[in-house]
């Protein structure tokens, strides 16, 4: 078996003997958002998850002019060819990824393995930033049907299949947020009653290259029991791992339905009166 | 609690490695790379860890620590050492 959309991944090999091709946007977008100084993928331009993907007055995407601004400005087209690639084992490539898919850019592509794949194969990087030609990009309206929020998220507890794609040590409350961050989060500890905990972990290879469409159907549609033609919201801390398990369902598995809350766990675990379970709740 | 640490081959720190904390539960809970001086740092809890390191050059490292309360660690990860 093949995954659902197999053109949505390119290789580190793959990338490597296309660089200098004028067509292609390589974008980087990272947690640590100093890696890209650090030295990236030739050509590469960086966009920051946080200061350009998110508004600065409040926790939202950018509106639609903004985020065509922000894409005309790296000189890319609503037709480019956009690779993505990240640290973190892709993460928040993947939310990239899962953000340009909501304003409608179709030719847009994960870079299987991310940064840390291109950097332990000891492939080259610069510290060259390139000075890319202004273009003018349409965005479409933004796609409601990949995007789940707070209100919906309550309504479909226990109603819609949830996937917590934290560690299990988040889910249970043990941990606040990842180990590698200091432990702030939201108000309380736990999870979204009903929701099953599968760590976006398990989808990932140890070079961080996603599983084969055999594996991850197993992990999620034969253990996990996920409706292939059912509804499904995946969420996280912040909404990157849930967009790393969006790609995997949505576009690997091909899954219709599956919605990611970007909200996640640091907007639900503090809403006065919404349900949790696990955590300091015994 | 802290549980920080430096990974080394043939002596000398490696920067640029990909450090994996895995949890009690046995599932991937942190990655980082190491800093120019080969070091590396997680926030975890109390608990048995183990701690992955990926080098360049396909080398693989791994220890398994025990933390407990309060406790702040430090690992070595030394090539050949593990």
């Known amino acids: 078996m093949d995954y659902a959309k197999p053109e949505i991944l390119i290789s580190t090999d793959d990338v490597a003997a296309r660089l200098g091709d004028p067509n292609l ?20 331009v960086s966009l920051h998850w946080r200061d350009e993907l998110q508004q600065a007055n409040s926790r939202d995407i950018v509106d639609k002019e903004g985020f065509e601004r922000l894409m005309g400005q790296r000189g890319i087209t609503e037709n480019d060819e956009i690779i993505l690639y990240g640290g973190n084992n892709n993460w928040f490539a ?3 990824y899962w953000y340009l898919k909501l ?83 939201a108000q309380r500890k736990g999870h979204i009653p009903g929701a099953v905990n599968i760590p976006w972990s398990r989808a990932a290879n140890d070079d961080g290259t996603f ?23 995946a969420y996280c801390r912040i909404g990157e791992r849930s967009s790393h398990t969006w790609v995997v369902l949505h576009e690997l598995l091909g899954l219709p339905h599956v919605k990611n809350y970007d909200g996640s766990w640091t907007e639900y675990g503090s809403l006065v009166g919404a349900p949790i379970e696990g955590g300091d709740q015994k | 609690m802290r549980l920080h640490g430096k990974v080394s081959h043939a002596g000398l720190p490696v920067e640029g490695a990909y450090v994996q904390l895995v949890g009690p539960s046995g599932e991937f809970t942190a990655e980082v790379r190491t800093d120019e001086s080969g070091r590396f740092l997680f926030y975890p809890v109390a608990g048995s860890w183990v701690v992955r390191g990926f080098l ?27």
Do not use: N
């Not at chain 1, 594996?215 to 029991?225: C, Q, S």
């Open chain 1, 25 to 44: 946007h390589v974008v980087e977008v990272d947690e640590d958002t100093a890696a890209y100084e650090r030295g990236h993928v030739p050509s590469a």
């Open chain 1, 103 to 185: 304003y409608g850019h179709d030719r847009v592509r994960l870079m299987d393995g991310g940064r840390k794949k291109w950097e332990l194969e000891g492939r080259p990087l610069t510290t060259d930033a390139p000075s890319p030609q202004p273009a003018t990009y349409h965005a479409k309206d933004p796609d409601r049907s990949i995007r789940a929020f707070r209100d919906e998220v309550i309504g479909a507890v226990r109603q819609t299949p949830m996937v917590d794609v934290r560690s299990p040590e988040e889910y249970s409350g043990v941990l606040a947020a990842p180990a590698h961050l200091p432990q702030e989060a």
């Open chain 1, 211 to 233: 599983r084969s469409a055999d594996e991850l159907r197993e992990i999620y549609l034969d253990k996990a029991g996920l409706d292939p033609q059912g509804e499904a919201i």
């Open chain 2, 56 to 82: 360049p050059g396909g080398h693989h490292l791994e220890r398994t620590v025990q933390l407990t309360e309060g406790q702040s660690l430090d690992v070595e990860l030394e090539d050949g050492a593990s």
């Open chain 1, 94 to 96: 993947a939310y990239a």
